[in-house]
């Protein structure tokens, strides 16, 4: 690819908006793996209070780190769970099995950096399936579908 002699800026309250189980989480998207010519896809993630998971699952093409700037999460990360504050830095490595949750009583709000970061479109493409269902709960069935499609797999 040619080297971009353009910045990518998004200020505060920009960058495309989605949420994902039944308003759990939401997702803003800072910088796709096209403005990176690939290498990595930058997000901004709020987590509400009593978020009780994501399904444990295995990224099998991207790593995934996670950030925090405000509040608390519990990761699990392989066979080890943890639980993170402010200025703690988590990273889920490929083929290694993640989750994530907020069972505190506070929102929780994290930098996610998926890299390279076409998986993007699957957290896009889930939300839009979860938040169809009548329940806000997504159909297991379609949503591992999906996610195969990614090289997503759940465990």
């Known amino acids: 690819m040619a080297a971009r ?17 039944g308003g759990g989480y939401t997702l803003v998207t800072k910088a796709t793996e096209e403005e990176t010519q690939g290498a990595y896809a930058f997000q901004e993630m709020t987590v ?9 699952h295995i990224h099998h093409n991207e790593d995934e780190a996670m950030y925090v700037l405000e509040g608390e999460c ?26 994530f949750s907020n069972p505190g009583t506070v929102q929780t709000r994290v930098i996610v950096i998926s890299s390279p970061g076409a998986v993007i479109r699957y957290f896009e493409e889930a939300a839009e399936l979860t938040n169809a269902s009548p329940t806000g709960q997504p159909d297991m069935e379609r949503l591992a579908a999906l996610a195969g499609r990614y090289g997503v797999m759940f465990v």
């Open 5 to 21: 002699d353009v910045e990518v800026v998004v200020g505060p309250g920009e960058g495309k908006t989605f949420s994902g189980r």
């Open 48 to 56: 509400a209070p009593g978020f009780p998971w994501v399904p444990p």
């Open 74 to 99: 519990t990761v699990r990360v392989g066979g080890r769970t943890r639980t993170l504050g402010p200025g703690t830095f988590v990273l889920m490595p490929r083929g290694v099995v993640h989750t």
